[in-house]
């Protein structure tokens, strides 16, 4: 049965029709579900809404079309956050609450605030703070970026909207058809996050705190621009483990 399933999605333009066949056959409870599994698939749904989690860093999340299937690339962000000091931690633009609950899984004495515009998805972060167990140190605000966001944080995220409008049909149809647009693209150029977010960034950091970014592979310059023209420093770029720039790190500065 597997070998017609692995035949089925190849011929549906899956990417990798033996493997999540496989997948699919391994996690489903019996035949049934897996026939429907099956056809959910061959119409390109991911594998991670289909099954409901998607492992990431130390977790499996909760995974549903509100949220964005949590990647291994920006597994990047979460370690190079790890690499500074924090107590205090703002994800914008939560979606599943991967980033911020695997930090405060790690860092057992902090605290954090996870944001995002759409309640959906605040719901499915909520489920994973619980799920995690880290549910007493996650708070969740349904908030557009920095609204209605009191400071200040040593550290704030953010894995925000970046492709450029022009470039959504150039996607696979699981991140196109099946992934939150709002989430994917900001519309227009892609960087209207970044701009939102360097804008506010600076009133909500401790002096000292570091903001981090996950960007495209191509916006390392220009997002390091934008930071520094709102008066960031030392503004580095950080490589992910296929070497394209994945990360831009600021930092707010202490006064003399």
């Known amino acids: 049965m597997t ?14 029709p033996a493997g ?17 599994w099956l056809d959910r698939r061959a119409v390109r749904e991911p594998v991670s809404q289909i099954i409901g989690r998607r ?6 999340f909760i995974v549903t079309r509100d949220v964005l299937d949590p990647r291994p690339d920006t597994e990047t962000l979460v370690e190079a956050a790890l690499a500074e000091p924090f107590d205090r931690v ?14 405060l899984h790690e860092r057992p004495a902090a605290t954090g605030l996870g944001t995002d515009v759409s309640k959906a998805a605040l719901a499915v972060a909520r489920r994973n703070a619980a799920a995690t167990g880290v549910g007493a140190r996650a708070g969740f ?15 704030i995220v953010s894995n925000p909207p970046y492709i450029a409008e022009g ?4 996607l696979e149809p699981e991140v196109r058809e099946w992934e939150p647009q709002g989430a994917l693209t900001p519309g ?15 009133a909500h950091l401790a002096e000292g705190g570091h903001l981090m970014v996950e960007i495209g592979p191509t916006q390392a ?12 420093a030392g503004i580095t770029v950080v490589c992910d483990i296929n070497g394209r720039n994945r990360v831009v790190r600021a930092e707010k500065s202490r006064r003399s």
């Not at 999540?20 to 049934?32: K, S, V, Y």
């Open 141 to 155: 605000r349904r908030a557009d970026w920095f609204a209605g966001v009191e400071g200040p944080f040593d550290l």
């Open 221 to 232: 310059d220009v997002v390091s621009a934008l930071f520094a023209e709102a008066g960031f």
């Open 167 to 170: 470039e959504m049909a150039e």
């Open 55 to 60: 492992a990431f860093w130390a977790h499996d």
């Open 90 to 103: 703002l994800d914008l633009g939560t979606g599943s609450g991967c980033i911020l609950l695997s930090l």
């Open 3 to 16: 070998d017609d399933a692995r035949a089925r999605l190849a011929a549906a333009g899956v990417p990798d």
């Open 188 to 202: 227009g150029d892609g960087l209207d996050a970044y701009r939102a977010i360097a804008a506010g960034a600076g």
């Open 20 to 36: 999540d066949a496989a997948r699919l056959r391994r996690e489903a409870p019996d035949d049934a579900t897996f026939a429907v």
